[in-house]
C-alpha cells in the first residue's frame, strides 16, 4: 500500500504587477475630465461667438470658422496637455488601479468572513507598503478632483473673458461702421456742391473780378 503523501500548503500566489490600463476607477475619472472639457468647450459654440462678430460672420464666413477652430481646439488641447502631465506625475492610472485592487481584495475578504485579514508578520513588505498607500492615494484622487474641478471654472471664466472682449470688439466695429457711413454721406454731400452750378458760377465770378483788378493794376 502506497504511503499517504501530506499535502503541501500552497504558496501564495506573487502579486500581479500593477496594470498601467485604466481601471473603473481611473477610466470613470478620465471620463468625468472629459466629460467636464467638452462640457467647457460646448458653452463656446460657433453660434455663440459668430453672433458677437456679425459683420466678419456675413462676409467671411470661413475666416471667423477657423479662428473658432483654432480657439477650441488650443484651449481643449491645453486642458488635454495640463490633465495629461498631471496623470503622469502622480502616476494616477497605477496608484487608482492599486486602490482598486485593494478595495476588491478587502470586499473579498468580508465576503469570506475573514474581516481580521492575515496577521500583519505574515504579510511581505509590499504588500504592507501599499497598505500605508492607500490613504494617500484616496487623498490624490479627491486633490485631483479639487483640481479638475478648479480647471473647469478657470475654463469657464475665460470663455466668459473671451465672450466679454467680443462683445467690446463688436461695439467698437458698430462705431466704426457708424463712422465710416458719416464720413461717406458727408462725402457725398460735399462732391454735390462742387458739382453744383452755383459753385461754378462763384468761381467764374472771382476769377473776373481777378482779372479786372489785374487790368486796372497795369493801367
Not at 501530506?6 to 504587477?17: E, G
Not at 498601467?20 to 468647450?41: E, Y
Not at 475666416?63 to 496623470?87: C, H, P, R
Not at 466695429?173 to 458739382?195: K, P, T, W
Request: include cysteine; proline fraction near 7%; glycine fraction near 6%.
Amino acid at each position: 500500500m502506497a504511503a499517504t503523501q501530506t499535502p503541501r500548503s500552497p504558496s501564495p500566489p506573487p502579486q500581479p504587477p500593477v496594470a498601467q490600463t485604466p481601471g473603473p476607477r481611473a477610466a470613470q475619472f478620465q471620463k468625468l475630465f472629459g466629460d467636464a472639457l467638452n462640457h467647457t468647450i460646448r458653452t463656446c459654440s460657433y453660434s455663440k461667438f459668430s453672433s458677437c462678430f456679425p459683420t466678419p460672420a456675413k462676409y467671411a464666413s470661413q475666416t471667423l470658422t477657423s479662428i473658432w477652430q483654432q480657439i477650441t481646439t488650443k484651449v481643449e488641447a491645453s486642458a488635454k496637455k495640463e490633465f495629461e502631465d498631471i496623470m503622469a506625475e502622480r502616476d494616477v492610472v497605477a496608484g487608482l488601479n492599486e486602490l482598486e485592487r485593494l478595495v476588491a481584495e478587502a470586499r473579498s475578504r468580508r465576503k469570506r468572513g475573514a474581516e481580521a485579514g492575515e496577521p500583519p508578520h505574515t504579510l511581505p513588505p509590499e504588500r504592507l507598503y501599499l497598505a500605508h498607500l492607500a490613504p494617500y492615494l484616496l487623498q490624490t484622487e479627491t486633490e485631483l478632483k479639487g483640481e479638475l474641478k478648479r480647471l473647469q471654472f478657470e475654463n469657464e471664466e475665460l470663455v466668459e473673458s473671451i465672450q466679454g472682449q467680443t462683445e467690446e470688439t463688436e461695439q467698437l466695429v458698430g462705431g466704426l461702421e457708424a463712422f465710416m457711413a458719416d464720413l461717406e454721406r458727408a462725402n457725398e454731400m460735399i462732391s454735390n456742391e462742387v458739382d453744383g452750378n452755383g459753385i461754378k458760377m462763384e468761381v467764374g465770378a472771382v476769377e473776373e473780378e481777378l482779372r479786372a483788378a489785374g487790368r486796372e493794376a497795369k493801367l
